[in-house]
């Protein structure tokens, strides 16, 4: 069975708890507001849904219920490899089962048509000054594709229906995300590789053919399936899932949803961690004069660091309380296919110095590591040393989530969002401050 009928069969399955859910238990209290939650980005505050994602402070990010190591060693992997299909990976997201290889193939199939970007975008990223943002340029280039929208044609038809409008919107996805990785690839040829596009090959898998436009031999292919998987998804409440489903929230096409998405994505809170945790990790390599490292000299430099105010980069997490599995899995790739290389090395030794470090200074609610304080060493490791490109691989990762969530939000007759606002004269009032 195509994905598209699986997918249908589920949403006919899922309705009825969703209208169940508002309609008979639709006055249950959820969660209490705070006032320092209306000021610190309304963190912890529970007023959104998703079934595709879960950030379990102690398992890390469940995919569907599944998690990290469960996900790499269940879903179906090309011969000969470790890391999973992304095509499997996002059947997983969108229906919530393993899929068998006939579902992968399935997928790999649709996306193997769709590569290709018209010549309009091509235009339109050649048009930019070369010195522009590249998540600029990807930005623009998503955007410019919405006069391909099946969604948005449906609607100015006025055949858009409540019960259906997941339909087109599954088509638009299926449509955009493999041209994301061809849009991502183009502006790195383009924009630091001389002007020199590699066409998508559409025999090749998702991750593969993101390798092969790339212009980066094998084990890139790995590296880029391994990538997209672990950035997929992280819940619905981060800027650049939310950002997304806010969009789409007021029937916005995908092409507007991901544009935002990805512009939401851009903020140095956000989507730059990986790079700023590289350029803190070779700054200390160039003062260390990159000798090997001990742990005596990691030690003697993170202490430094510490006691001069600063933190250390890389390290800690808003919900996490153990090491992210994000980081395993890549610190587990590392190990068997670049052990020798000296960024990882720094890499690997203060994943044993910093958290008793970090337990000892007592300010840090979680000393582990988080998936930034990885991400960019292996990217430098194959050559991508274009820090600001490293936002542009994180978009492409994490559209495989937020489209998934997107298709949801329509199957299931999401409203658009619209929170309501107090003023500080409300809140003084509220918190008995007299004037």
């Known amino acids: 069975m195509a994905l598209k009928e699986v997918l249908a069969k589920k949403i006919d399955e899922w309705r009825p708890r969703v209208t169940k859910l508002v309609k008979e238990y639709g006055n249950v209290k959820v969660d209490e507001v705070t006032i320092r939650q209306l000021y610190g980005g309304m963190r912890g505050i529970k007023c959104l849904t998703t079934d595709i994602s879960y950030l379990d402070p102690y398992e890390g990010i469940r995919f569907r219920g599944y ?13 000969g490899k470790d890391i999973p299909y992304d095509e499997g990976h996002f059947y997983l997201l969108l229906t919530g089962d393993i899929p068998t290889e006939e579902d992968v193939a399935d997928v ?39 006069r391909e929208s099946k969604f948005f044609k449906t609607y100015q038809e006025g055949k858009l229906g409540k019960m259906t409008a997941w339909e087109p919107m599954y088509e638009d996805v299926m449509d955009l995300l493999p041209k994301m990785a061809t849009i991502g690839a183009y502006i790195y040829r383009i924009k ?17 053919n993101f390798a ?43 092409y507007y949803s991901i544009s935002a998405m990805i512009d939401g994505l851009a903020g140095p809170l956000h989507g730059l961690a ?3 945790t590289l350029k803190w990790i070779q700054k200390m390599m160039e003062d260390m004069n990159y000798q090997e490292p001990t742990k005596e000299a990691l030690e003697k430099y993170c202490w430094d660091l510490l006691n001069s105010g600063q933190v250390i980069p890389g390290y800690g997490h808003a919900v996490l309380r153990k090491t992210d599995p994000r980081y395993m899995a890549q610190r587990e790739y590392c190990l068997k296919h670049l052990p020798d290389d000296l960024t990882f090395k ?58 998934a969530n997107i298709i949801w939000d329509r199957a299931v007759g999401q409203a658009i969002e619209r929170p309501k606002s107090l003023t500080t004269d409300m809140l003084e009032e509220i918190a008995g401050i007299k004037k």
């Open 108 to 146: 790999k199939a649709e996306w193997s048509k769709r590569y290709r970007i018209p010549d309009y975008v091509k235009d339109i990223l050649r048009a930019f000054p070369r010195d522009t943002e590249a998540m600029t340029m990807f930005s623009a280039a998503v955007v410019s594709m919405q």
């Open 212 to 254: 092969y436009m790339m212009g980066i031999p094998e084990p890139y292919d790995e590296v880029s399936r391994l990538y997209f998987l672990l950035h997929s998804d992280h819940e619905s409440g981060n800027v650049s899932a939310h950002t997304g489903h806010l969009v789409a929230s007021g029937l916005a096409d995908i």
């Open 192 to 208: 630091y590789r001389n002007d020199t596009p590699i066409e998508p090959d559409p025999d090749l898998d998702f991750g593969s």
């Open 67 to 79: 998690t990290i190591p469960e996900c790499l060693e269940k879903l179906p992997k090309p011969p």
């Open 274 to 276: 990986n790079q700023e």
């Open 346 to 403: 720094y890499v690997s030794m203060l994943f044993e110095v910093v958290p008793p470090i970090l337990q000892k200074h007592g300010k840090a609610k979680n000393p582990w590591p988080n998936v930034d304080a990885h991400s960019g060493c292996i990217q430098w490791h194959y050559g991508v040393r274009e820090y600001n490109f490293y936002t542009c691989l994180f978009s492409i990762g994490r559209s495989l989530g937020v489209c």
